[in-house]
């Protein structure tokens, strides 16, 4: 497995691979491949985006994408996006992409990294150390 920085030719490919993650348990979702790059787009138009692809064989098998949140004395960087695909989970992908999205904030002095989880991928998290925060994500269909 190769893990390299992602760029704009490689958003197709991405909406391949996130659509493929997230159509099983739990998430169950239908992901057509036009909604899925628009995702992926617009996660990378955000300020100071950046994305990490996980590569075997040529083929993206996981990648990590978002974007850095200015904040008043400290860089967040904000993942909005993690997924590996299905007949790769369970095999370290997930773990390695966070290791390697580390790395490359350090080098940017970026010092937290957050995101929005199910409950489903707590255990996941906290054995990569990040940690649950005080805060609850609302929201309201409208």
């Known amino acids: 497995m190769e893990i390299k920085q992602i760029n704009q030719k490689d958003i197709t490919t991405l909406a391949v691979a996130m659509a493929a993650a ?7 979702e239908n992901w057509g491949q036009e909604k899925a790059e628009r995702r992926i787009s617009a996660v990378l138009g955000n300020f100071e985006a950046m994305g ?3 590569f075997e064989d040529g083929k993206i098998i996981g990648a990590v994408l978002g ?3 200015p904040y008043a004395e400290e860089d967040f960087f904000f993942v909005s996006e993690l997924f590996v695909i299905p007949e790769k989970k369970k095999n370290g992908v997930g773990k390695q992409l966070l290791a390697e999205l580390e790395k490359a904030l350090n080098e940017k002095n970026v ?9 489903y991928n707590e255990l996941f998290y906290k ?3 990040l940690n649950r925060d005080a805060c609850s ?4 269909r409208i």
């Open 22 to 28: 997230y159509s099983e348990e739990p998430w169950n």
């Open 52 to 54: 990490l692809a996980a």
């Open 67 to 69: 974007y850095v949140d």
């Open 111 to 119: 010092s937290v990294l957050q995101l929005i989880s199910i409950d």
């Open 127 to 129: 054995k990569c150390g």
């Open 137 to 140: 994500v609302q929201y309201k």
